[in-house]
């Protein structure tokens, strides 16, 4: 099962990283994406990954301040978060897709893990 944790309080401008870990390697072979989900706003598309650690993508919103990379030993994919922002506030998930490919499209992915919770204060 996939379970995301990390999360915490920091403030504006600061960094955090977040972890998705893989007990029972459910997502070894496919891609994994980080998705976040604000109050009062729809689940939105954070990163992505592919199998091997390729082809990383990134919304426009996190694009230059989010890094995803994952370790094929310990299982586990991560997204290292800088310069964060109020608006990044969320409840971050994670998903393994369907196939090894990285994708940014929500209806690509099968396992859904549970999220950890980030809070930017200003």
């Known amino acids: 099962q996939l379970q995301a944790y990390g999360g915490g309080l920091v403030e504006t401008g600061g960094s955090l990283r977040v972890s998705c870990g893989d007990s029972r390697r459910t997502s070894s072979n496919n891609g994994v994406g980080w998705f976040r989900k604000a109050p009062g706003k729809e689940r939105e598309f954070v990163a992505s990954?592919?199998?091997?650690?390729?082809?990383?993508k990134y919304a426009d919103s996190v694009k230059g301040r989010f890094t995803i990379s994952r370790d094929r030993v310990k299982n586990t994919v991560y997204l290292q978060m800088n310069s964060l922002k109020p608006e990044d506030t969320a409840v971050y998930s994670c998903?393994?897709?369907?196939?090894?490919?990285?994708?940014?499209?929500?209806?690509?992915?099968?396992?859904w893990g549970q999220g950890t919770q980030v809070t930017v204060s200003s």
């Open positions: 998903a393994a897709a369907r196939g090894p490919i990285s994708t940014a499209d929500p209806l690509m992915y099968r396992y």
């Open positions: 990954i592919s199998w091997n650690g390729g082809d990383p």
